[in-house]
């Protein structure tokens, strides 16, 4: 059964702060990977989404890494800004085979407030 | 471009009511369609995941069924809610063919607390 993980559970970082967020997982076998963020009482917004061949990608500020062989996934954030604040979560999709059933299974999230 | 909706954004239900929450996907056509349960604690659960007009999988058992009447509408019931049913509830959206991406797109969520 996959498993991830997300540690620590909450980080407080001054504004301007190069950060790195961290998601492991206990299953190698997946599809892909996405980091999505969530704003308090708020949906998932996608953030980035890794393929399983695929070792990083970029968007603006952000750039996710995997490493499917050691289980681990990181989201660097350059130059942290206060409206960075909120709760980032990873999810891996499972298995060789991508269709509905394949489960997305997400970690508990990182909740990060940048101060000013 | 695509977009997904979900209705009411807060519901406040007694014990023992009945629930229907909905969901409707724009933009696009046969979605794959999730409902994911948000507790506080625990992380994203899913739910129910449907691949077509009236075809349902249930991953866990539960209080809770799942209906899709239509192509882009997803809609999650209960006959009688259980304190245990509080949480925010997170329907999404993934593109129909095996082989893609299968990036999976949320909605704005509902929040339901039962008293």
């Known amino acids: 059964k996959q498993e991830v993980t997300q540690i620590p559970a909450a980080l407080s970082v001054p504004e301007g702060e190069n950060l790195v967020l961290n998601c492991s997982f206990t299953?190698?076998?997946?599809?892909?990977l996405q980091w999505f963020r969530q704003d308090p009482g708020k949906g998932l917004t996608s953030l980035l989404l890794?393929?399983?061949?695929?070792r990083e990608q970029t968007s603006g500020r952000l750039n996710a890494s995997l490493d499917k062989s050691s289980g681990r996934s990181t989201l660097y954030i350059a130059a942290s800004q206060p409206g960075d604040s909120a709760t980032y979560l990873c999810?891996?999709?499972?298995?060789?085979?991508?269709?509905?059933?394949?489960?997305?299974?997400f970690g508990k999230g990182i909740t990060l407030s940048v101060r000013p | 471009s695509q977009t997904i909706h979900q209705w009411p954004a807060t519901l406040v239900q007694p014990v023992g009511s009945p629930l229907s929450l909905e969901c409707t996907v724009e933009?696009?056509?046969?979605?794959?369609l999730y409902w994911y349960r948000q507790a506080a604690g625990r992380g994203l659960q899913l739910l129910f995941y449907?691949?077509?007009?009236?075809?349902i999988s249930s991953e866990v058992p539960q209080n809770l069924s799942a209906s899709r009447p239509q192509d882009r509408q997803f809609i999650l019931s209960s006959k009688k809610l259980l304190l245990s049913d509080s949480g925010f509830y997170l329907c999404?959206?993934?593109?129909?063919?095996?082989?893609?991406?299968?990036?999976?797109?949320f909605g704005p969520g509902t929040r339901l607390t039962v008293l």
């Open positions: 933009g696009t056509s046969n979605p794959n």
């Open positions: 999404a959206w993934s593109p129909p063919l095996a082989g893609t991406l299968n990036e999976q797109f």
């Open positions: 999810a891996v999709l499972g298995g060789h085979y991508t269709g509905a059933n394949s489960k997305l299974t």
């Open positions: 449907s691949v077509g007009i009236g075809q």
């Open positions: 299953d190698s076998a997946i599809y892909n």
């Open positions: 890794i393929q399983s061949s695929q």
